[in-house]
Nanobody, 120 residues
Framework: QVHLVESGGGLVQPGGSLRLSCAASGNIFGINAMGWYRQAPGQQRELVAGITIAGSTNYADSVKGRFTVSGDNAKNAVYLQMNSLKPEDTARYYC??????????????WGQGTQVTVSS
């Protein structure tokens, strides 16, 4: 079984910063990629940022230049540094991991999410 645990959410004023962390644990020997998604009330879940095991990254246009995704392969962890936060960044943020090894564990896994609220 695989578990993803996020941390670091909270309430922040516009222009502020937060750092989200996510660690994957369980029967894991290879992760292809990890990333962050978010979902605001009444909206679909959307990709915020992702990183592959090779270190390639991609970002939603709305967060480019403000958010930075990074990973630690040894810890099966992914981080999201969020700067210059805006009210429209308010959402529940979910960690995702694409696991490749071992084969019985292969698949896409989600954390339970952490709430980020940007408000004055």
């Amino acid at each position: 079984q695989v578990h993803l645990v996020e941390s670091g959410g909270g309430l922040v004023q516009p222009g502020g910063s937060l750092r989200l962390s996510c660690a994957a644990s369980g029967n894991i020997f290879g992760i292809n990629a990890m990333g962050w998604y978010r979902q605001a009330p009444g909206q679909q879940r959307e990709l915020v940022a992702g990183i592959t095991i090779a270190g390639s990254t991609n970002y939603a246009d709305s967060v480019k230049g403000r958010f930075t995704v990074s990973g630690d392969n040894a810890k099966n962890a992914v981080y999201l540094q969020m700067n210059s936060l805006k009210p429209e960044d308010t959402a529940r943020y979910y960690c995702n991991a694409i696991i490749s090894i071992p084969i019985p564990t292969r698949g896409s896994y989600w954390g339970q999410g952490t709430q980020v609220t940007v408000s004055s």
